[in-house]
Nanobody, 115 residues
Framework: QVQLVESGGGLVQAGGSLRLSCAGS????????MGWFRQAPGKGREFVAR????????VYADSVKGRFTISRDSAKNTLYLQMSSLKPEDTAIYYC????????WGQGTQVTVSS
């Protein structure tokens, strides 16, 4: 199974920035396309961004395009999500996974954006 650990979440003011990290086991991040997903309170999990296996192609949800940047460091087997111009509606638990995602999800990391 894919083993991924998210980190970097926290409390931030609207308009601020935050960088999330996703540490993978083995060659997971180096081999597979990867994605970030989030789940807001009382809502289902939604797609945020994805990056292909080689890191030369990215896709973003309309709600975050222009504000978030997904990247990967194959040498460190780590996936990142740089979040800027954060809004209260970005408040959610953020998860990383392969893309398309496997059925197993990690604990995620909480991001809370205050007004």
């Amino acid at each position: 199974q894919v083993q991924l650990v998210e980190s970097g979440g926290g409390l931030v003011q609207a308009g601020g920035s935050l960088r999330l990290s996703c540490a993978g086991s083995g060659r997971t991040v180096r081999t597979y396309g990867m994605g970030w997903f989030r789940q807001a309170p009382g809502k289902g999990r939604e797609f945020v961004a994805r990056i292909n296996y080689s890191g030369d192609s990215t896709v973003y949800a309309d709600s975050v395009k222009g504000r978030f940047t997904i990247s990967r460091d194959s040498a460190k087997n780590t996936l990142y999500l740089q979040m800027s111009s954060l809004k209260p509606e970005d408040t959610a638990i953020y998860y990383c996974n392969t893309y398309p995602p496997e059925t197993r999800w990690g604990q995620g990391t909480q991001v809370t954006v205050s007004s």
